[in-house]
């Protein structure tokens, strides 16, 4: 039978190889930055111009679709899942690494229907590395395809997280007392590269073992979700519960075994959701 969304699949492919061109263009010229929710929470004109390149193309050949795009949220548009083809956007994911020039930066797109991802494509547009994943179809670098490491020792692994700025100084803390709880397991060490959607592509890929994240939104996590599952790897929630794509928080890694005992040191703390007003 005919992939019903494979057609969809190759045009996220395409227009994100444009988007990918575009950021790279600006990277040539002087970029002004503006901040969002706070000075650490940074937007550019490209962020902006890339998610209306993304929807306009996706829109012109899907009308009745439905769209999540970091951009659009932050100016007021609803983040609700539902049950319709839905695209979920992060137009430049790693905006504080394009605006410093650290050469990982992606445009990330997830495929949702019945709340259910059925594609993602992350594209690491300065490494120029494309990661695709259909559902059930396996995970792929450019065409090539990839599979997370294996690991199951989580005393050899290398964990991936972000860290930065949080105006809450308890959250601070535990942020920073989960970071000391992994570290002291001991792993090989964390690392923080800056773009979740590529945190996860990196995971898909064997380059780490692990990646976990309280506070990311589901335009940074719905794509590089795709691709972890059928590159082999799982994904859960921070508690060792399902993941939960509207929850904020995720823990990724290259087997079960270092997903739950990372699920073991994490402490949960409040981030809110993406479906809700808080
Ligand atoms: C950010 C990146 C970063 C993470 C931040 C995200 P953005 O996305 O994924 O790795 O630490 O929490 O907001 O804002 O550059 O799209
Ligand atoms: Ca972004």
Request: with cysteine.
């Amino acid at each position: 039978m005919d992939d019903p969304w494979m057609e969809c699949m190759d045009h996220c492919i395409a227009v994100t190889q444009e988007a990918g061109k575009m950021i790279r263009e600006a990277l040539q010229k002087d970029i002004s930055i503006k901040q969002k929710s706070s000075p650490v929470d940074l937007v550019t004109e490209t962020d902006q111009k890339v998610e209306n390149l993304i929807i306009s193309s996706i829109r012109e050949k899907y009308p009745t679709h439905s769209f999540i795009g970091e951009e659009s949220v932050a100016a007021g548009a609803p983040s609700i899942l539902t049950d319709d083809p839905t695209w979920i956007i992060d137009p430049i994911d790693g905006t504080t690494n394009f605006v410093h020039r650290f050469p990982f930066v992606s445009v990330s797109i997830g495929f949702t229907v019945n709340k259910e991802i059925e594609f993602g494509i992350v594209y690491s547009c300065i490494e120029d590395k494309m990661y695709t994943a259909r559902k059930g179809k396996g995970a792929f670098c450019n065409g090539v395809p990839i599979k997370v490491s294996g690991q199951k020792d989580i005393s050899q692994s290398l964990v991936l997280t972000e860290m930065g700025f949080k105006p809450d100084p308890k959250i601070f803390r535990a942020m920073m007392a989960n970071m000391e709880s992994i570290l002291t397991i001991p792993v090989h060490g964390i690392r923080a590269p800056g773009s979740a959607a590529v945190n996860m592509c990196l995971v898909a890929s064997g380059a780490a073992d692990a990646y976990y994240h309280i506070g990311i939104h589901c335009w940074d996590m719905a794509g590089g979700a795709a691709i972890i599952r059928e590159a082999g790897g799982v994904i859960m929630d921070i508690t060792g519960g399902p993941f939960d794509l509207m929850s904020r928080r995720l823990i990724t890694a290259s087997s079960e075994d270092i997903a739950k005992q990372l699920a073991q040191k994490i402490q949960p703390f409040p981030c809110g959701r993406d479906d809700t007003e808080n």
